[in-house]
């Protein structure tokens, strides 16, 4: 393949389509990917969840690690790129743009600093 040419990725309307959210935005052009579902346990009927990772072709590199993502599977990419980004459907905020004071909460709500409630001290 010429330098500077690349081959366009078709898309068709019948190729499967799916909405997950996006774990890793590491590797350039790529993104890690993962569709949560539950599924009935066969033996005991208990609604199990599950995940499925997918690695998707992020050609412009817009999403961003929290995004909800609509992908489409396609021809294969690479050995294990098989599915492409379509559109962000919801957009995380920045860690930026939020607060000191709501951070420091979000990261440890539970420490009260002092002993637990309802127990006696022995």
């Not at 890690?32 to 009927?45: D, S, W």
């Not at 909800?68 to 995380?92: D, Q, Y």
Request: charged share 35%; hydrophobic share 30%.
């Amino acid at each position: 393949m010429a330098v500077g040419l690349t081959k366009s990725i078709d898309i068709p309307q019948r190729s499967p389509r799916r909405i997950g959210v996006v774990q890793s935005d590491q590797r350039d052009k790529t993104r890690k990917v993962a569709i949560h579902y539950t599924v009935k346990h066969r033996k005991y009927g208990k609604h199990v969840r599950r995940r499925t990772v997918l690695h998707v072709h992020d050609e412009e590199n817009r999403s961003k690690v929290g995004d909800r993502v609509e992908i489409a599977e396609c021809r294969p990419i690479s050995k294990t790129k098989s599915w492409v980004l379509i559109r962000i459907l919801g957009a995380t905020t920045p860690e930026a743009d939020r607060p000191a004071d709501a951070a420091a909460e979000a990261a440890d709500p539970l420490e009260t600093g002092g002993p637990p409630k309802g127990r006696a001290n022995a």
